[in-house]
C-alpha cells in the first residue's frame, strides 16, 4: 500500500459546485497532516492543516478520521479560481524536521 | 522578496556535465528539504536537513550529491545525471526541529532540470 494515496481525477465540477476529495495514508502513527494547492507549473503552498477535530476556512473544511486513516478537503460554492491541483501531505514518524510524504494529488477544473 | 528562493529556474544539462541547484530561505527555518516532482508521480522526498545536519537521505542515487553550508542555504550537485531524472526540483524549508510534529513547509518556484 502506498504511504499516501489521492483520487487523481480529474475532477471537473460547474463553478457553485461543491465537490470533495479524500486521501488515505499508511501509517496509522502519523499525526500531522495538511492541504496543499498546486497550480500548473507553479510550486505548491499550503492550504490548510487538517485538525483531528477537524477545521474550517471559508468554502473550504478539512476533516481527519484517524480510525480509517484518511483526511478530506470539502470545497463549496466552487470558483474559476479554485481549479489547481491539490496534494494531501502527512508526516511519517521517524522523520526529523517536519518532512512529509505527498500524494499524487488530485486535479480540479472548475467551468463557467 | 519570497521566502524561498531557487537558482536556477530552468536547467538543461548533458549526461556528463556537473551542475548545481541553489537554494537560499529567508525565513529563519532551521529545517531544508529537496523534493523531486515528475510527472504523473507524487512529490518525492530526496534530502533532510535539520540544523545543517543531513538527517534523510531517501534512497537517492549518489549522483546527486546534497550540501548543507549553513541553516539558509542549500545546493544540490549533480552530475552523469540519466534522462529520467529529468523533472521539477523543490526545494522547501519549514520551522521544525527533530522530530516536530508541526510545521508547514515552504516551498521555492523550483528548478525544472531535463537531461539531454
Known amino acids: 500500500r502506498k504511504e499516501v494515496e489521492q483520487d487523481p481525477g480529474p475532477f471537473n465540477v460547474p463553478e457553485g459546485a461543491t465537490v470533495a476529495f479524500n486521501c488515505t495514508y499508511s501509517?496509522?502513527?502519523?499525526?500531522?497532516f495538511f492541504w496543499y494547492r498546486q497550480d500548473c507549473r507553479k510550486e505548491p503552498k499550503l492550504l490548510m492543516s487538517?485538525?483531528?477535530s477537524g477545521n474550517e476556512d471559508g468554502r473550504f473544511t478539512a476533516q481527519l478520521n484517524r480510525a480509517s486513516q484518511y483526511i478530506s478537503l470539502l470545497i463549496r460554492d466552487s470558483k474559476l479560481s479554485d481549479s489547481a491541483t491539490y496534494l494531501c501531505?502527512?508526516?511519517?514518524?521517524?522523520?526529523?524536521?517536519?518532512?512529509?510524504?505527498f500524494g499524487k494529488g488530485t486535479t480540479l477544473s472548475v467551468s463557467s | 522578496e519570497t521566502g524561498v528562493t531557487q537558482t536556477p529556474r530552468h536547467l538543461v544539462m548533458g549526461m556528463t556535465n556537473k551542475k548545481s541547484l541553489k537554494c537560499e530561505q529567508h525565513?529563519?527555518?532551521?529545517?531544508m528539504y529537496w523534493y523531486k516532482q515528475s510527472a504523473k508521480k507524487p512529490l518525492e522526498l530526496m534530502f533532510v536537513?535539520?540544523?545543517?545536519?543531513?538527517?534523510e537521505n531517501n534512497s537517492v542515487p549518489s549522483r546527486f550529491s546534497p550540501e548543507c553550508p549553513n541553516s539558509s542555504h542549500l545546493f544540490l550537485h549533480l552530475h552523469t545525471l540519466q534522462p529520467e531524472d529529468s523533472a521539477l526540483y523543490l526545494c522547501?524549508?519549514?520551522?521544525?526541529?527533530?522530530?516536530?510534529?508541526?510545521?508547514?513547509?515552504?516551498f521555492g518556484e523550483g528548478s525544472r532540470l531535463t537531461v539531454l
Open positions: 522547501a524549508s519549514s520551522q521544525g526541529v527533530a522530530r516536530s510534529s508541526d510545521g508547514e513547509l515552504f
Open positions: 501509517n496509522s502513527a502519523s499525526q500531522s
Open positions: 487538517v485538525y483531528s
Open positions: 501531505a502527512v508526516n511519517i514518524p521517524g522523520q526529523a524536521g517536519t518532512a512529509l510524504i
Open positions: 525565513l529563519g527555518h532551521n529545517a
Open positions: 536537513y535539520s540544523l545543517e545536519e543531513r538527517v
